[in-house]
Structure formats: C-alpha cells, structure tokens
C-alpha cells in the first residue's frame, strides 16, 4: 500500500492538535477571573485572627491552635488548620489563605485580593459582641469602608470600585447570638421570646447586608446557622448525663432550623433591592442539613468522634481553656470538632465542598 503525503492534510491534523493542546491548558475553573477579591464577615468560624489585635479574651492564636497549619502556626484561627474561607479563597483561586484585616504587616498587594473582618465571638446582635468587647457586624462594616479608603489612596478611586464590585464577599454569624447570649444569660430572654428575637436578628441581618451593598457588594454568599444542638459544648451544658449521653439536643437544632427558614425569606427579599439599577446576588448556603449528614454517618467520612472536641476532655474546652497544657488527640482528622465549638480543618474542608454549587453559582455570570 502506498503512502501519499498531503500538506493540507498535516496542517489540519497539527492545528487540531494545537486547538486540542489549547483547551488542555485552559484552567480547571474560571472563578478567578470572575472575582477580584474576596472579603469575609462574621464569627470564629470565619475569624483567621483578627481578635489578636483587640482586647478580648476570646482567642486561639497560640498552641495547640494551628498545629496543622503551614509551619503549625496559631495564627488565631479556631481551629487546627484551614478554615471553608480558606479553601473557598484557594478555590477560587485568590489566595490560599485569608488574613485579619487588622494585622499591620499586610502589604497593599494583600489587601487588594481581599481580607476578613471577623472577629471570633461576636453575632448580629449588638449585645453579642459587647459582652466580650468584640468587633461587631456595623463595626466590620466601618472597617471595610475604612478598608477602601486605604486601597483607594493606593490604587485610585476607578481600581479600588473595581475590585468591590467584582468580589466575593461571605457572611457567617448568628450562632454566638442564640448560645452565647440568648440562652445563656437573661438579658434578651426577658424580652423577646424566640421567635421574636429571631425577627430582632433578621433586622440586624437586613442592615447589614443593605449597608454591604451600599458600599459596592454585588456577590454576597450567607451561611446559614448549623445545627447548634450538636455542638459539643451545648451538649455538655445541656445532655441529662453529658459524659455518655452525647446526642445532639434537638431544641436547640431546632431553632436554628427556623431560624434558617426566616433567614432564606430574608435573602430572597434582599435580592430584589436594586442600587444604582444594578442588581446584587445574595446566595443563601445551607451548612445545617451537611453538617447534620456527617455527624449522623461519622464513618462515611472515617471519623471516630463527632461528639467531642479533639483538644482536651472535648467537652467544654475553646479558646483559653485549650491551650498548650491540654491533651490533643493524636489524628484531628478522625474528629469532627476541635474544641468543643469549631470543626476540624477536615470538617471545614468538607463544609467547603458543601457549599461549594452555591459559590459557583454566585460566581456565574
């Protein structure tokens, strides 16, 4: 059989080849290029530190907090390792880490790809933040105009809306709010009753995302509360016998499941507030019905403990009460908490994944 070169059929066997090559090196996800930034408010479980610039008790940024971090360093994170903004910000493909807003050492360059204002402790209830001389939802919010303010002197004014407006902005707090304050000391008790102090929070929640949007957030994913009956500590407080009834306590689960259900009627109402005839993207992200789903099959995931912190007893032990002097269980991962409110790096991560659909939708043009 005789062989017949043709040039015009080696030019398109070579360009198909190159269109091929081409599509292999695109990127596995385009978010990067669909978010400028990404900056988080909230509690601890999106804090990486911000508390270790303010007086307050409430901190983790010494051992054993960090020892799965990069170099085992308690960076204030309350947790092990990474958190779910970690991950979302690697993710997209930002940064790999999302640093305090208040540490004085970041660079403009830091900056401008986004920071958190968290502050571990605090809710969207004034009285949260005040019991433990915290940063509140308005004064994070102050801190983000200030926040441009900075940016805008570096960068100018053109820049600095730019990257506003193409972030990712995400909101996790409310849980301090109902186990911190509401029941744990009478103040807002004796004049609310649940439901009624659910309406108070959602009030807080619509000034807070309005005054958001005001100030350039057009892509706004919200965390909605866990479910706070099977946080290792309220099961402690509140179990007939703590030490072998490790069950969640469905009273408290269960107001967060309302709570829930008035949060995403909230949002949806938000989501037709229309600045400037532009048109922001608020996205609720269900963490309650994951996190229940993985501490009900603890082994699905190889977890051994999903009932207990891995620092100390694992019943009561966070921030100053786990420290270096504490027992840590030898493998965090096999553990569902770390202390005896935050998860593990591992059930972050898998909080991340969780939510992950709800991220790409926001990010979706």
């Known amino acids: 059989?005789?062989?017949?070169?043709?040039?015009?059929?080696?030019?398109?066997?070579?360009?198909?080849?190159?269109?091929?090559?081409?599509?292999?090196?695109?990127?596995?996800?385009?978010?990067?290029?669909?978010?400028?930034?990404?900056?988080?408010?909230?509690?601890?479980?999106?804090?990486?530190?911000?508390?270790?610039?303010?007086?307050?008790?409430?901190?983790?940024?010494?051992?054993?907090?960090?020892?799965?971090?990069?170099?085992?360093?308690?960076?204030?994170?309350?947790?092990?390792?990474?958190?779910?903004?970690?991950f979302l910000a690697s993710y997209?493909?930002?940064?790999?880490?999302?640093?305090?807003?208040?540490?004085?050492?970041?660079?403009i360059d830091e900056l401008m790809t986004g920071v958190s204002f968290a502050s571990a402790g605090t809710g969207f209830d004034p009285l949260t933040?005040?019991?433990?001389?915290?940063?509140?939802?308005?004064?994070?919010?102050e801190y983000?105009?200030?926040?441009?303010?900075?940016?805008?002197?570096?960068?100018?004014?053109?820049?600095?809306?730019?990257?506003?407006?193409?972030?990712?902005?995400i909101v996790s707090a409310g849980t301090n709010d109902f186990v911190l304050n509401y029941f744990s000391i009478p103040i807002r008790k004796h004049k609310y009753t649940i439901p009624a102090y659910m309406d108070f929070i959602l009030f807080q929640v619509h000034q807070f995302i309005q005054g958001l949007m005001e100030q350039g957030a057009r892509k706004i994913g919200f965390l909605g509360l866990p479910p706070m009956g099977c946080l290792p500590a309220v099961i402690t407080l509140n179990s007939v016998i703590p030490i072998s009834h490790r069950g969640?306590?469905?009273?408290?689960?269960?107001?967060?499941?309302?709570?829930?259900?008035?949060?995403?009627?909230?949002?949806?109402?938000?989501q037709m507030i229309r600045l400037s005839d532009i048109h922001p993207k608020i996205v609720y992200m269900d963490v309650f019905n994951p996190f229940l789903h993985i501490i009900n099959n603890g082994q699905e995931y190889n977890f051994t403990d999903v009932n207990l912190g891995c620092c100390g007893t694992g019943l009561l032990e966070t921030s100053l009460l786990c420290n270096q002097g504490s027992y840590?269980?030898?493998?965090?991962?096999?553990?569902?908490?770390?202390?005896?409110?935050?998860?593990?790096?591992?059930?972050?991560?898998?909080?991340?994944?969780?939510?992950?659909?709800?991220?790409?939708?926001?990010?979706?043009?």
Request: glycine share 4%.
């Open 1 to 86: 059989m005789v062989s017949v070169f043709s040039p015009k059929k080696q030019f398109c066997s070579i360009s198909i080849i190159l269109v091929l090559l081409s599509f292999s090196l695109l990127p596995e996800s385009s978010a990067a290029e669909k978010a400028s930034a990404i900056f988080i408010f909230g509690d601890s479980t999106v804090d990486p530190g911000n508390n270790n610039f303010i007086p307050t008790i409430f901190r983790a940024n010494f051992i054993p907090y960090g020892i799965d971090f990069p170099n085992h360093v308690p960076t204030g994170r309350f947790t092990n390792g990474k958190m779910s903004t970690d």
């Open 92 to 107: 997209v493909g930002i940064k790999e880490f999302v640093p305090p807003y208040l540490d004085p050492s970041l660079s």
């Open 129 to 141: 933040s005040h019991l433990g001389n915290l940063i509140g939802v308005g004064k994070q919010l």
């Open 144 to 169: 983000f105009n200030e926040y441009q303010k900075r940016i805008e002197y570096a960068i100018g004014k053109e820049k600095t809306k730019e990257i506003v407006e193409n972030a990712v902005y």
């Open 248 to 270: 969640c306590i469905d009273f408290f689960s269960s107001v967060a499941i309302q709570y829930n259900q008035k949060l995403q009627m909230k949002l949806n109402e938000l």
């Open 328 to 365: 840590v269980c030898p493998d965090a991962s096999k553990f569902m908490f770390w202390d005896s409110i935050h998860p593990t790096e591992k059930a972050y991560y898998l909080m991340f994944k969780a939510v992950q659909p709800a991220v790409d939708y926001l990010l979706k043009d």
